[in-house]
Protein backbone atom coordinates (compact mmCIF):
# COMPACT_ATOMS: atom_id res chain seq x y z
CA UNK A 1 0.00 0.00 0.00
CA UNK A 2 1.52 3.54 -0.68
CA UNK A 3 1.45 6.42 1.77
CA UNK A 4 -1.37 8.74 1.32
CA UNK A 5 -0.09 11.87 0.81
CA UNK A 6 0.87 14.02 4.45
CA UNK A 7 -2.21 16.06 6.36
CA UNK A 8 -2.02 19.44 6.63
CA UNK A 9 -4.16 20.57 9.72
CA UNK A 10 -5.13 18.92 12.85
CA UNK A 11 -8.16 19.77 14.66
CA UNK A 12 -7.66 19.43 18.58
CA UNK A 13 -10.60 19.09 20.11
CA UNK A 14 -9.14 19.99 23.92
CA UNK A 15 -12.69 19.38 25.90
CA UNK A 16 -15.70 18.85 25.15
CA UNK A 17 -16.87 20.46 28.28
CA UNK A 18 -18.48 24.28 27.25
CA UNK A 19 -20.47 26.90 28.80
CA UNK A 20 -22.76 27.36 25.52
CA UNK A 21 -25.79 24.65 24.43
CA UNK A 22 -26.36 25.14 21.13
CA UNK A 23 -29.16 22.76 19.40
CA UNK A 24 -26.66 22.21 16.41
CA UNK A 25 -23.70 21.50 18.39
CA UNK A 26 -21.56 19.22 16.02
CA UNK A 27 -19.63 17.47 19.24
CA UNK A 28 -20.71 13.54 19.49
CA UNK A 29 -23.71 12.40 21.05
CA UNK A 30 -21.53 10.82 23.71
CA UNK A 31 -19.18 13.63 25.11
CA UNK A 32 -15.93 12.58 26.63
CA UNK A 33 -15.70 13.40 30.37
CA UNK A 34 -12.96 15.96 31.91
CA UNK A 35 -10.87 13.32 34.17
CA UNK A 36 -9.90 11.27 30.55
CA UNK A 37 -8.98 14.40 28.73
CA UNK A 38 -5.72 14.19 27.17
CA UNK A 39 -2.42 16.57 29.44
CA UNK A 40 -0.90 19.08 28.02
CA UNK A 41 2.52 17.10 27.73
CA UNK A 42 -0.02 14.01 25.77
CA UNK A 43 -0.87 17.12 23.88
CA UNK A 44 2.56 18.50 23.10
CA UNK A 45 3.29 14.80 22.03
CA UNK A 46 0.69 15.01 19.00
CA UNK A 47 1.70 18.18 18.13
CA UNK A 48 4.95 16.88 17.99
CA UNK A 49 4.03 14.10 16.30
CA UNK A 50 1.93 16.19 13.87
CA UNK A 51 4.56 18.42 12.66
CA UNK A 52 6.71 15.41 12.09
CA UNK A 53 4.19 14.08 9.59
CA UNK A 54 3.58 17.60 8.02
CA UNK A 55 0.29 19.22 10.10
CA UNK A 56 0.95 22.80 9.75
CA UNK A 57 -2.19 24.38 11.12
CA UNK A 58 -4.04 22.94 13.90
CA UNK A 59 -7.77 24.42 15.25
CA UNK A 60 -7.78 24.32 19.19
CA UNK A 61 -11.28 23.66 19.52
CA UNK A 62 -13.49 22.02 21.97
CA UNK A 63 -16.31 22.54 23.84
CA UNK A 64 -14.62 26.07 24.78
CA UNK A 65 -10.74 25.06 25.00
CA UNK A 66 -10.50 28.25 27.29
CA UNK A 67 -11.80 26.02 29.64
CA UNK A 68 -8.46 24.36 29.96
CA UNK A 69 -5.95 26.42 32.40
CA UNK A 70 -3.29 24.96 30.52
CA UNK A 71 -4.15 25.93 27.34
CA UNK A 72 -0.98 28.31 27.18
CA UNK A 73 1.51 25.51 27.68
CA UNK A 74 -0.39 23.76 24.22
CA UNK A 75 -0.11 26.72 22.40
CA UNK A 76 3.39 27.23 23.45
CA UNK A 77 3.55 23.30 22.44
CA UNK A 78 2.29 23.78 19.11
CA UNK A 79 4.55 27.31 18.52
CA UNK A 80 7.78 25.35 19.60
CA UNK A 81 6.61 22.14 17.16
CA UNK A 82 6.26 25.25 14.31
CA UNK A 83 2.79 24.61 14.03
CA UNK A 84 0.35 27.63 13.10
CA UNK A 85 -2.34 27.86 15.99
CA UNK A 86 -5.83 29.36 15.80
CA UNK A 87 -8.47 29.38 18.64
CA UNK A 88 -11.84 28.54 18.05
CA UNK A 89 -14.01 29.78 20.62
CA UNK A 90 -17.18 31.53 22.33
CA UNK A 91 -15.37 34.24 23.89
CA UNK A 92 -16.94 33.45 26.94
CA UNK A 93 -13.48 33.22 29.56
CA UNK A 94 -11.57 35.56 26.77
CA UNK A 95 -10.29 38.68 28.98
CA UNK A 96 -7.55 40.70 28.43
CA UNK A 97 -4.77 38.82 30.84
CA UNK A 98 -5.52 35.30 29.18
CA UNK A 99 -5.28 36.97 25.52
CA UNK A 100 -2.03 38.10 26.49
CA UNK A 101 -0.79 35.13 27.52
CA UNK A 102 -1.89 33.32 25.08
CA UNK A 103 -0.87 35.52 22.37
CA UNK A 104 2.65 34.95 24.25
CA UNK A 105 2.45 31.38 23.99
CA UNK A 106 2.35 31.85 19.98
CA UNK A 107 -1.26 32.08 19.19
CA UNK A 108 -1.07 33.45 15.83
CA UNK A 109 -5.50 33.91 15.18
CA UNK A 110 -8.75 33.61 17.01
CA UNK A 111 -12.51 32.55 15.74
CA UNK A 112 -15.24 33.51 17.10
CA UNK A 113 -18.65 32.14 17.29
CA UNK A 114 -21.69 33.77 16.89
CA UNK A 115 -25.30 32.47 16.78
CA UNK A 116 -27.01 36.06 15.59
CA UNK A 117 -26.80 39.60 15.45
CA UNK A 118 -29.64 40.47 18.27
CA UNK A 119 -28.37 40.17 21.63
CA UNK A 120 -31.61 38.25 23.06
CA UNK A 121 -31.95 36.31 20.30
CA UNK A 122 -27.64 35.00 20.01
CA UNK A 123 -28.20 34.04 23.76
CA UNK A 124 -31.29 32.46 23.20
CA UNK A 125 -29.90 29.95 20.59
CA UNK A 126 -26.55 29.46 22.68
CA UNK A 127 -29.09 28.60 25.54
CA UNK A 128 -26.51 30.89 27.40
CA UNK A 129 -26.27 34.49 28.20
CA UNK A 130 -22.73 35.04 25.98
CA UNK A 131 -23.56 37.47 23.67
CA UNK A 132 -22.18 40.29 25.62
CA UNK A 133 -18.83 38.48 26.51
CA UNK A 134 -18.69 37.32 22.86
CA UNK A 135 -18.23 41.31 22.21
CA UNK A 136 -15.60 41.88 24.83
CA UNK A 137 -13.90 38.89 23.15
CA UNK A 138 -13.69 40.49 20.18
CA UNK A 139 -12.63 44.00 21.56
CA UNK A 140 -9.77 41.74 23.16
CA UNK A 141 -8.42 40.25 20.33
CA UNK A 142 -8.35 43.66 18.16
CA UNK A 143 -6.49 44.78 21.51
CA UNK A 144 -4.27 42.03 21.00
CA UNK A 145 -3.77 42.59 16.95
CA UNK A 146 -4.49 38.92 15.76
CA UNK A 147 -6.59 38.36 13.64
CA UNK A 148 -9.77 37.96 13.81
CA UNK A 149 -12.81 35.21 12.50
CA UNK A 150 -16.11 35.07 13.03
CA UNK A 151 -17.67 31.33 12.63
CA UNK A 152 -21.88 31.68 12.67
CA UNK A 153 -23.51 28.48 11.68
CA UNK A 154 -27.04 29.34 10.08
CA UNK A 155 -30.66 27.96 10.34
CA UNK A 156 -34.05 28.85 10.20
CA UNK A 157 -33.82 31.51 13.53
CA UNK A 158 -30.81 33.57 12.03
CA UNK A 159 -30.71 33.24 8.35
CA UNK A 160 -33.28 36.30 7.59
CA UNK A 161 -30.56 38.03 9.96
CA UNK A 162 -27.23 37.22 7.46
CA UNK A 163 -27.17 41.01 6.25
CA UNK A 164 -26.85 42.37 10.29
CA UNK A 165 -24.54 39.15 11.08
CA UNK A 166 -22.03 39.95 8.60
CA UNK A 167 -22.73 43.97 9.16
CA UNK A 168 -21.50 42.70 13.23
CA UNK A 169 -18.60 41.15 12.23
CA UNK A 170 -17.27 43.89 10.30
CA UNK A 171 -18.15 45.97 12.99
CA UNK A 172 -16.24 43.97 15.51
CA UNK A 173 -13.16 43.83 13.42
CA UNK A 174 -13.28 40.54 11.65
CA UNK A 175 -11.48 39.90 8.51
CA UNK A 176 -13.17 36.92 7.96
CA UNK A 177 -16.94 35.63 8.31
CA UNK A 178 -17.72 32.04 7.72
CA UNK A 179 -21.20 31.36 7.23
CA UNK A 180 -21.94 27.87 7.36
CA UNK A 181 -25.53 26.37 6.92
CA UNK A 182 -26.14 23.85 9.72
CA UNK A 183 -25.40 20.51 8.41
CA UNK A 184 -27.69 17.51 9.98
CA UNK A 185 -25.86 14.90 11.56
CA UNK A 186 -25.14 14.83 15.75
CA UNK A 187 -27.13 16.69 17.50
CA UNK A 188 -28.18 19.17 14.69
CA UNK A 189 -30.95 16.05 13.68
CA UNK A 190 -32.29 16.02 16.75
CA UNK A 191 -33.48 19.45 16.32
CA UNK A 192 -33.74 19.29 12.28
CA UNK A 193 -37.42 20.13 12.59
CA UNK A 194 -36.48 23.93 14.36
CA UNK A 195 -33.77 24.37 12.34
CA UNK A 196 -34.33 23.29 8.74
CA UNK A 197 -34.96 26.55 6.79
CA UNK A 198 -37.37 27.74 4.13
CA UNK A 199 -35.81 27.45 0.35
CA UNK A 200 -37.02 31.20 0.40
CA UNK A 201 -34.82 32.34 3.20
CA UNK A 202 -32.11 30.18 1.74
CA UNK A 203 -32.01 32.18 -1.64
CA UNK A 204 -32.76 35.52 0.15
CA UNK A 205 -29.62 34.75 2.09
CA UNK A 206 -27.69 33.84 -0.45
CA UNK A 207 -28.25 37.16 -2.53
CA UNK A 208 -27.43 39.01 0.69
CA UNK A 209 -24.22 37.39 1.13
CA UNK A 210 -23.53 38.11 -2.62
CA UNK A 211 -24.45 41.53 -2.33
CA UNK A 212 -22.47 41.77 0.45
CA UNK A 213 -19.18 39.83 -0.68
CA UNK A 214 -19.24 42.91 -3.55
CA UNK A 215 -19.25 45.59 -1.34
CA UNK A 216 -16.55 44.27 0.95
CA UNK A 217 -14.07 43.18 -1.34
CA UNK A 218 -10.41 43.69 0.20
CA UNK A 219 -12.13 44.27 3.28
CA UNK A 220 -13.99 41.28 4.95
CA UNK A 221 -13.82 37.90 3.27
CA UNK A 222 -17.51 36.20 3.82
CA UNK A 223 -17.60 32.70 3.43
CA UNK A 224 -20.49 30.35 1.94
CA UNK A 225 -20.75 26.90 3.15
CA UNK A 226 -23.65 25.34 0.99
CA UNK A 227 -26.87 23.93 1.97
CA UNK A 228 -26.97 20.72 0.76
CA UNK A 229 -30.18 19.49 1.33
CA UNK A 230 -31.39 22.15 -0.57
CA UNK A 231 -28.67 22.11 -3.55
CA UNK A 232 -28.79 18.36 -4.84
CA UNK A 233 -24.92 18.48 -4.64
CA UNK A 234 -23.27 16.45 -2.17
CA UNK A 235 -20.28 18.05 -0.27
CA UNK A 236 -16.52 17.35 -0.26
CA UNK A 237 -16.84 16.58 3.26
CA UNK A 238 -13.15 17.56 4.82
CA UNK A 239 -11.75 17.62 1.24
CA UNK A 240 -12.17 13.88 1.27
CA UNK A 241 -11.60 11.03 3.82
CA UNK A 242 -8.46 10.39 5.42
CA UNK A 243 -7.34 13.29 2.97
CA UNK A 244 -6.41 16.66 4.28
CA UNK A 245 -7.05 16.84 8.37
CA UNK A 246 -7.56 14.82 11.28
CA UNK A 247 -9.66 15.21 14.68
CA UNK A 248 -7.68 14.46 17.78
CA UNK A 249 -10.71 14.05 20.36
CA UNK A 250 -10.36 15.35 24.05
CA UNK A 251 -9.42 11.26 24.83
CA UNK A 252 -7.14 11.43 22.30
CA UNK A 253 -8.91 9.36 19.58
CA UNK A 254 -8.33 10.05 16.05
CA UNK A 255 -10.86 10.55 14.00
CA UNK A 256 -11.40 11.64 9.84
CA UNK A 257 -14.25 14.09 10.81
CA UNK A 258 -14.47 15.30 14.21
CA UNK A 259 -18.32 13.47 14.06
CA UNK A 260 -17.24 9.88 12.55
CA UNK A 261 -17.04 8.23 15.74
CA UNK A 262 -20.97 7.76 15.47
CA UNK A 263 -20.40 5.08 12.89
CA UNK A 264 -20.58 1.37 13.92
CA UNK A 265 -18.58 0.18 12.13
CA UNK A 266 -15.47 2.61 12.99
CA UNK A 267 -12.78 1.06 15.10
CA UNK A 268 -11.09 4.89 16.75
CA UNK A 269 -7.54 4.89 17.02
CA UNK A 270 -6.08 6.32 20.13
CA UNK A 271 -2.79 8.64 20.35
CA UNK A 272 -2.42 6.36 23.51
CA UNK A 273 -1.86 3.64 22.21
CA UNK A 274 -0.82 3.70 18.72
CA UNK A 275 1.46 6.76 16.71
CA UNK A 276 0.25 9.34 14.73
CA UNK A 277 1.63 8.24 11.63
CA UNK A 278 0.08 4.26 11.91
CA UNK A 279 -3.04 6.23 12.77
CA UNK A 280 -2.94 8.27 9.25
CA UNK A 281 -1.12 6.09 6.89
CA UNK A 282 -2.03 2.36 7.97
CA UNK A 283 -5.23 2.59 10.68
CA UNK A 284 -8.15 0.40 9.41
CA UNK A 285 -10.67 3.93 10.14
CA UNK A 286 -8.82 6.25 7.73
CA UNK A 287 -8.36 3.65 4.83
CA UNK A 288 -12.13 3.07 4.99
CA UNK A 289 -13.03 5.84 3.01
CA UNK A 290 -10.33 6.86 1.59
CA UNK A 291 -9.51 7.58 -2.19
CA UNK A 292 -12.48 6.63 -4.56
CA UNK A 293 -11.51 2.34 -4.45
CA UNK A 294 -14.51 1.93 -2.07
CA UNK A 295 -17.15 3.38 -3.98
CA UNK A 296 -19.95 1.60 -5.41
CA UNK A 297 -23.58 2.89 -6.78
CA UNK A 298 -23.40 5.53 -8.85
CA UNK A 299 -20.32 7.02 -7.02
CA UNK A 300 -18.32 4.19 -8.79
CA UNK A 301 -18.40 5.49 -12.70
CA UNK A 302 -18.95 9.72 -11.83
CA UNK A 303 -16.73 12.08 -13.19
CA UNK A 304 -17.18 14.08 -9.78
CA UNK A 305 -16.10 11.61 -7.63
CA UNK A 306 -12.78 12.90 -7.31
CA UNK A 307 -14.16 16.04 -6.82
CA UNK A 308 -16.47 15.41 -3.67
CA UNK A 309 -15.50 12.32 -2.76
CA UNK A 310 -19.10 10.95 -2.71
CA UNK A 311 -19.74 13.27 0.02
CA UNK A 312 -20.51 12.92 3.29
CA UNK A 313 -20.21 9.64 5.33
CA UNK A 314 -21.74 10.63 8.25
CA UNK A 315 -25.12 12.36 6.53
CA UNK A 316 -25.18 9.02 4.57
CA UNK A 317 -25.09 6.81 7.97
CA UNK A 318 -27.31 9.43 9.47
CA UNK A 319 -29.99 9.52 6.89
CA UNK A 320 -29.49 5.46 4.80
CA UNK A 321 -27.73 3.54 8.18
CA UNK A 322 -25.13 2.56 5.83
CA UNK A 323 -21.66 5.07 5.46
CA UNK A 324 -20.75 3.59 2.19
CA UNK A 325 -23.63 4.75 0.13
CA UNK A 326 -23.60 8.00 -1.96
CA UNK A 327 -24.23 11.04 0.04
CA UNK A 328 -28.18 11.23 -0.25
CA UNK A 329 -27.59 15.09 -0.70
CA UNK A 330 -26.92 14.32 -3.88
CA UNK A 331 -29.62 14.34 -6.52
CA UNK A 332 -27.93 11.36 -8.07
CA UNK A 333 -28.23 8.59 -4.94
CA UNK A 334 -30.83 6.56 -5.05
CA UNK A 335 -32.08 7.90 -1.87
CA UNK A 336 -31.80 11.67 -2.99
CA UNK A 337 -35.86 11.38 -2.36
CA UNK A 338 -35.33 11.36 1.47
CA UNK A 339 -33.70 14.62 1.63
CA UNK A 340 -35.80 16.21 -1.19
CA UNK A 341 -38.84 15.08 0.95
CA UNK A 342 -36.98 16.93 3.92
CA UNK A 343 -35.97 20.28 2.10
CA UNK A 344 -39.48 20.48 0.74
CA UNK A 345 -41.65 19.87 4.27
CA UNK A 346 -41.36 23.38 5.80
CA UNK A 347 -43.32 26.33 4.85
CA UNK A 348 -42.88 29.63 5.01
CA UNK A 349 -45.64 29.27 7.40
CA UNK A 350 -45.13 30.02 11.38
CA UNK A 351 -44.26 26.34 12.42
CA UNK A 352 -46.51 24.58 15.15
CA UNK A 353 -45.31 25.68 18.78
CA UNK A 354 -43.71 22.02 19.46
CA UNK A 355 -42.28 22.34 16.25
CA UNK A 356 -40.25 26.01 17.43
CA UNK A 357 -38.63 24.18 20.00
CA UNK A 358 -35.30 23.09 20.92
CA UNK A 359 -33.58 20.37 22.26
CA UNK A 360 -30.66 22.32 23.88
CA UNK A 361 -27.04 20.38 24.25
CA UNK A 362 -26.02 19.29 27.33
CA UNK A 363 -24.15 17.61 29.21
CA UNK A 364 -25.60 20.43 31.87
CA UNK A 365 -27.94 22.87 30.62
CA UNK A 366 -29.55 25.20 33.04
CA UNK A 367 -33.14 23.99 31.47
CA UNK A 368 -33.51 20.90 28.72
CA UNK A 369 -35.80 22.15 26.60
CA UNK A 370 -37.10 26.04 26.27
CA UNK A 371 -39.55 27.24 23.94
CA UNK A 372 -38.56 30.22 21.24
CA UNK A 373 -39.29 34.06 22.26
FE1 LIG B 1 -20.60 12.98 -6.09
FE2 LIG B 1 -21.27 10.38 -5.96
FE3 LIG B 1 -23.11 12.23 -6.55
FE4 LIG B 1 -21.20 11.62 -8.33
S1 LIG B 1 -22.83 10.25 -7.60
S2 LIG B 1 -21.91 13.69 -7.83
S3 LIG B 1 -19.43 11.24 -6.93
S4 LIG B 1 -21.98 12.04 -4.61
FE1 LIG C 1 -18.09 12.96 8.87
FE2 LIG C 1 -18.85 14.38 6.70
S1 LIG C 1 -19.09 14.88 8.83
S2 LIG C 1 -17.62 12.59 6.76
Same mark, same amino acid.
Given at each position: ??????????????????????????????????????????????????????????????????????????????????????????????????????????????????????????????????????????????????????????? !? *?? &??????? @???????? =???? $? %???????????????????? !? *?? &??????? @???????? =???? $? %?????????????????????????????????????? =??????????????????????????????????????????????????????????????????????????????????????????????????????????????????
Amino acid at each position: MTSPPPPWALLAELTHSCPLHCPYCSNPLELVRRSRELSAEEWADVLRQAAELGVVHTHLSGGEPLLRPDLAAIVAAAESAGIYTQLVTSGVGLSAPRMSALASAGLRSVQLSVQHADPAASDRIAGHRSFAAKERAAAVVRDAELPLGLNVVLH !R *DN &LDAVGDI @VDLGVAWG =AERI $E %LANVQFYGWALRNRTALLPT !R *DQ &LSRARET @VESRRKQL =AGTA $E %LVWVVPDYFDGVAKPCMGGWGAVSLTVAPDGGVLPCPA =AGALPDLDVPNVRDRSLEWIWNSSPAFNLYRGTEWMSGPCGGCPRRETDFGGCRCQAHALTGDAARTDPACALSPDHALVRALAEAPSDDPPPDDARRYVYRGPRPARRERSRG
